[in-house]
């Protein structure tokens, strides 16, 4: 189940499961059961329904729910495209398995078994300005990676990232997927200054000019212009997809690694929940183009799927919400009338 | 400190206490040290703050927090306001003590003692179209019933409502305190039709004229327009005011019963995060007024505390990170170029 050809990868793409139409009707059902006014939960409805999709349940659960942080480090991250050094890639590493990251607090508030998973941090990718950030069989690599850290059972997962100068390769890959140029996607990523953005602008077209002529299909973008971490995460959440194992959506650069596979094949996206909309500005854009509504909007800029693992909280809520109500017969409550 | 006597009502609004500007700027510091870009964590990062502030503490926690769900009944349901029957203010509190309600799942998930608080059931309110809601003395006895609710130690008060008719009083009391006609105040409440909403305006406008030569005053306001739980609410935040303790509001009904109190005293709501905006339309245009920012936006209608229920998860999260989190030092990591 892993993507080890890129004829593996295609296959998947053409061939993606749709949810159980019958649990979300009997879950539908139960909804209006309960003692509530009709759609009175709003979102909370939804992502119940949604869950019992793609769970194949009427009452679905959150008991095995997983995060993965994937790391990565960018060659071009040398173009001082970020407030931070490259090796703080390493430094949050260890920071995440020593517990001290915001993604270790958020997890474990919302229940989520983290797990982080480093990608040749030691070997940055090729710097995109000049040459392709990976080859054939990195890019394989990364989406394999991501592909084996879901398994069948999962009852949901949340990828994220961590990788100084990643900002830069999702921008360049929303551009490349989707359209615009460099300054519709590029933003303050940790916190650049104007001058910053100004200059990490002109290395994402000077990139987008470089690889201009690569063949425009998913793979080939993802090689081109993305990253050890992207690809691992738009392999996770290809391969959640095969596993009818539906997925909360984090961030700007999240959201960025499946835009082109999302800009080939629309629906790539049915089993994703978008977490949040991040403070960083193409996030907004790109949520629109992929037909996602944010469950969360709080400012929040900070990856490490750190605004999907609260959003995971609201999914807590929904839940309990559509299993432990009593239904208007039980409770002896008259309906509406 | 429970409000027998106008005039105790009447010096608690008058003297409101301040948060500890020394605990929220320790706080700020241990933030600005935590292993992220600065202000990547947006809300979460001035929840703490905030918390920290009101707590007086730089590190706020939420070990003791209660909601309590006032239920009333209101002489103006006679009127047809509601979609749903006047008994079933009384079935929904015996659903809240057996358990089944979506309060009781969701104060659950959020790690909320809950408490329900029936108000004179058998008795409602006067129908405020022919006379004021309630004499002096019910005022002040809904008052202090709320007032009695809260205690000190709480780290978090969240007040909800159950109540059929009252958003009628509601849309009352804010077309009164805040201006306007009944039509910019009033919704479909639990699911009323076009016809009925109309019927509703209708109905609300009728009480505006009738006790439109009432004294401008909070108390006024509360007695002649509201409700028991309506004015029970408006104690509770305001003891929880007294005692330092923070609030989080729920939707339309919960914030139009303080908007008496905070048209006379714009700085009553200082000590209130607003859990969220409510589908019913009103509960925009009524959180700007009182300068408040939702913290989520999830189509919600429900009442009984249950959007404010939701928000309290994200405290949560706000808190895992602020306390847990490694600094920079702690972590080796670099901070920012």
Redesign the interface.
């Known amino acids: 189940m892993s993507f080890t050809t890129l004829a593996a990868f295609e296959t998947a793409l053409r061939d993606l499961p749709m949810p159980d139409e019958a649990a979300m009707a009997s879950a539908c059902v139960r909804q209006a059961s309960?003692?509530?006014?009709?759609?009175?939960?709003?979102?909370?409805e939804e992502i119940a329904i949604f869950l019992a999709g793609w769970q194949g349940r009427e009452r679905p659960r959150l008991e095995k729910a997983r995060a993965v942080i994937f790391a990565g480090n960018h060659g071009v991250a040398a173009q001082g495209v970020s407030?931070?050094?490259a090796?703080?890639t390493a430094?949050?590493v260890?920071?995440f398995a020593?517990?001290?990251?915001?993604i270790?607090?958020?997890s474990?508030?919302?229940g989520l078994d983290l797990h982080i998973v480093p990608l040749d941090l030691d070997r940055p990718t090729g710097d995109f300005t000049q040459v392709p950030a990976m080859s054939e069989e990195e890019c394989l690599a990364a989406l394999s990676a991501g592909a084996a850290m879901v398994e069948p059972g999962l009852d949901l997962f949340v990828p994220g990232e961590m990788g100084i100068g990643n900002t830069s390769a999702a921008a360049a890959l929303c551009a490349r997927a989707l359209g615009g140029c460099a300054v519709d996607w590029t933003g303050p990523g940790?916190?650049l200054s104007a001058a910053g953005i100004t200059r990490k602008i002109e290395v994402i077209d000077a990139a987008l000019t470089r690889h201009a002529g690569a063949p425009a299909t998913p793979f080939e973008t993802l090689r081109h212009l993305g990253g050890r971490e992207i690809a691992a995460m738009a392999g996770a959440i290809l391969q959640a997809r095969r596993l009818n194992i539906p997925v909360m959506l984090d961030g700007f650069v999240c959201c960025a690694a499946i835009a082109p596979l999302a800009a080939a094949v629309p629906s790539l996206t049915d089993h994703c929940l978008a977490g949040h909309c991040s403070?960083e500005p193409g996030h907004e854009r790109l949520l629109a183009r992929l037909g996602l509504t944010p469950?969360?909007?709080?400012?929040?800029?900070?990856g490490e799927g750190?605004g999907a693992?609260?959003a995971v909280?609201?999914v807590?809520?929904a839940l309990?919400?559509h299993?432990?109500?009593?239904t208007f017969a039980?409770?002896?409550?008259?309906?509406?009338?």
Chains 1, 2 share one sequence.
């Open positions: 309960l003692t509530k006014p009709s759609g009175s939960l709003g979102r909370l407030a931070f050094p090796n703080v430094q949050m260890a920071n020593a517990g001290g990251a915001a270790n607090a958020l474990a508030v919302a940790t916190g403070a469950l969360l909007r709080l400012d929040m800029r900070l750190s693992a609260v909280q609201i807590h809520a309990a919400a299993d432990r109500m009593a039980q409770a002896g409550v008259s309906s509406d009338a």
